[in-house]
């Protein structure tokens, strides 16, 4: 086949802020977007703030709708935005349409051996007509309310396609997300997983075992009551959806695990050298991550240029 | 005495981002204000950028101005801004000025026993005239080319007097400070360094460890590449002034041990849930963080209006 991204019929699976900013950044380009929701609050809610053009009643009818098309010359597009672990069940329901020549299919899911496992699991091989991305584009905001159609402007989004994915498909999901605003890159699977897991699972879970810490001394409303020294960013970050969260690191263990004990062997050696009182190594450790830090933000300012 | 604060003369040693931020905003409020910064650069930018109206060559010539007007019916003030280890030799250059009737000390160190120590150390006891303050304003932004008057605006203050500190001085720089658009609140000195242990030299901790970490892998500049998703907030805390927090950890280290022991026994806790799968006991605590710090953002928010 040969796609061009041009004002597809869109249906949006699962209306969280990723799932509904989407929505309503395509309704933006010119797409008629159908949403759908198991939970019928965020559907109606979506339906009522113009996140979507119509709500369907079910994946199977939003599948049938699809089917249906499949012989015009429209092209299709499945968005699958839904917490990690959630997305087999979908799959199940949407299998009829793998491998359909009219209709591109894509996730938005942060650990993608886990979506790829479910995919198989369920299709026997990845579907040919399934491209799987990923935006970094999280926000503690969650949920159909908090969908806003620029979210992915001057984000990357990650592309994680397999070997069997039709190449049209790629090019066409990519158009999409470039549409968006977005910068997108390919990598493969268990490289993405990886840096995931250090850019975004381990610094998510510091931040909920630090707000754990802190909420159970009698001091909380104190403690957050001075959280401008530091505290508030990482606040910030354990405000995001627990559910999510769990499916991240149980999908994303091994990783996440790989990381986590890296992190736990430097914490604990610099505990060691303040309790030892060895602030000479302990200058050189906060010296070398700041100029780290520093010198991967000009990089990045420069390449961003 | 009988003070009022009403354009005092005013002295700045040290001209970090907090030093300059209150020589800037007590300009600003019509006082002249001599600087002092043994990094001549930091001296000189001051005064051309007209952070400061005059800058001293030597602590003891700003002190011998001090004296001479001290018969004079102005009142001064001499405000301390360096690091906090650096804190005792000031104090022994400034130690003429101490119990002063014209005189008003105050400084903005963040570990308040470290201060008292080195203040005890130098004079024997508490100076009456000298007051303990900490503004709740750090930023990842530091030096006097990041002085900002505006710094301290809808900032918490808190001020930790001692028994014999002359309650017309607690009054003078409660007052400075809000003039400067911050909120002030007193509490001892123990109070103060066990809260900000957890508010704020923890939090930094962890983003210097996270950073640092993350910076010994190969693919460190692709991670910093994806920062978007949760390491973007570790990063800007990592970017603070090493040596500031070198004296901070060194100084504060019995506080600072004590909730990093609990939040290591908790991320520890976390890990085991995850490497087991329970990922239900892994969610109840998602749930619990998200919850607590949901609930201490409603009661902040309805506090400040």
Not at 148 to 165: C, D, E, K, Y
Not at 223 to 252: C, K, Q, T
Request: proline letters at 3%; aromatic letters at 6%; hydrophobic letters at 45%.
């Amino acid at each position: 086949m040969n796609l061009t991204f041009d004002k597809p019929r869109v249906a949006v699976i699962g209306l969280g802020l990723i799932g509904g900013s989407i929505a309503i950044g395509l309704r933006s380009l010119g797409c008629v977007v159908q949403g759908f929701d198991e939970d019928k609050k965020s559907l109606e809610a979506g339906l009522a703030n113009g996140v979507i053009d119509g709500a369907a009643t079910s994946i199977a009818s939003l599948v049938a709708s699809f089917k249906e098309n499949d012989s015009l010359e429209k092209t299709n597009l499945l968005i699958i935005a839904v917490p990690v672990l959630a997305m087999e069940m979908v799959f199940k329901e949407i299998s009829p349409v793998f491998n359909s020549k009219k209709i591109v299919i894509t996730d938005v899911g942060s650990v993608k051996a886990e979506v790829v496992r479910a995919l198989e699991s369920t299709a026997g091989e990845m579907p040919t007509n399934f491209v799987l991305g990923h935006p970094i584009a999280g926000s503690e905001r969650h949920g159909v309310h908090a969908s806003n159609g620029a979210l992915f402007q001057h984000h990357q989004v990650i592309l994680t396609p397999g070997q069997n994915t039709q190449a049209d498909c790629i090019a066409y999901v990519r158009a999409m997300w470039e549409q968006l605003g977005a910068s997108v890159t390919e990598m493969d699977v268990a490289h993405h997983d990886d840096i995931l897991a250090q850019t975004s699972h381990l610094p998510h879970l510091l931040a909920y075992a630090l707000i754990d810490t802190l909420s159970k001394q009698g001091d909380s409303l104190e403690i957050f009551d001075y959280a401008a020294g530091g505290l508030r960013d990482f606040s910030r970050i354990a405000a995001s959806d627990p559910v999510m969260w769990r499916d991240i690191f149980e999908s994303n263990r091994k990783p996440l695990l790989n990381v986590l004990d890296r992190y736990l062997d430097e914490l604990t050696e610099l505990r060691g050298l303040i309790e030892a009182g060895e602030s000479g190594l302990v200058f050189v450790l906060l010296e070398r991550a700041k100029k780290a830090r520093d010198h991967f933000s000009i990089l990045l300012e420069k390449r961003s240029k």
